[in-house]
């Protein structure tokens, strides 16, 4: 079945520069959120968009910022890269613009050296 | 802000018996309650959730239940089998906030 899916799967980065994570969302969900999870915590929320606009972020530092596109998929950017980014980035489509019935892409591993 | 804890931090049980994880959460506006299982290297899998109007829900050997006046959830599972290892993560949201995950509990199955 089309799952949610991200790329790339892996990602290696120096600090200071730029990443750009892809996420294409189920056929039909209209909703996209991302979340960072750090080694052996939960998943922690970064952004949510539906219909293209931004319905929520977390507490995260301006150096991140996402975007959603017309057919729903969306981007996630982050600038000035630290050490401490070095996380999996998820991210999780749902029908409508609530929080309800997210399901997750298999996620970038994101490595900042 | 909506806070999630979850307990154990780890689990372990034999292969058939049952196992049992429970969350709390701080916000009483919040009336969604997933549970998430995520293998190693795979993505969290939504495996069973439940809506604070039902205070119970089953899906074959998975349930999970509701105690909204002591603002408190759990996971059981059933008849354990070895595929079941896994972190399972708790979460809880209202509609319109960001789903707040719990730090997950690791469960064992020892066959």
């Known amino acids: 079945d089309a799952g949610v899916t991200q790329s790339p799967t892996h990602l290696i980065k120096t600090r200071g520069q730029h990443v750009t994570l892809r996420c294409s969302p189920i056929?039909?969900?209209?909703?996209v959120s991302w979340y960072q999870q750090v080694l052996g915590q939960g998943p922690q929320f970064i952004f949510q968009?539906?219909?293209?606009?931004?319905?929520g972020r977390g507490n995260f530092p301006d150096r991140f910022s996402a975007r959603q596109f017309p057919n729903y998929s969306s981007e996630l950017n982050v600038n000035a890269l630290l050490l401490g980014d070095s996380a999996l980035y998820l991210c999780?489509?749902?029908?409508?613009?609530?929080?309800?019935?997210?399901?997750f892409g298999p996620g970038t591993r994101l490595t900042v050296t | 802000g909506e806070n999630v804890e979850q307990h154990p931090s780890t689990l372990s049980v034999q292969e058939g018996d049952s196992a049992v994880i429970k969350c709390t959460y701080s916000?009483?506006?919040?009336?969604?309650f997933p549970w998430y299982k995520q293998e190693l290297g795979k993505r969290p899998q939504l495996i069973i959730d439940?809506?604070?109007?039902?205070g119970e829900k089953k899906d074959q050997r998975i349930a999970v239940t509701l105690n909204k006046t002591a603002k408190h959830f759990s996971l059981h599972i059933t008849e354990t089998q070895p595929e079941d290892s896994a972190v399972y993560f708790c979460?809880?949201?209202?509609?319109?906030?960001?789903?707040?995950f719990g730090k997950g509990t690791r469960l064992s199955v020892i066959a």
């Open positions: 999780a489509s749902s029908w409508g613009g609530s929080s309800y019935e997210q399901y």
């Open positions: 056929s039909g969900h209209k909703s």
């Open positions: 968009y539906y219909e293209k606009e931004e319905r």
């Open positions: 916000d009483s506006a919040s009336n969604y």
């Open positions: 439940i809506r604070s109007n039902v």
């Open positions: 979460a809880a949201c209202s509609g319109n906030t960001p789903l707040v």
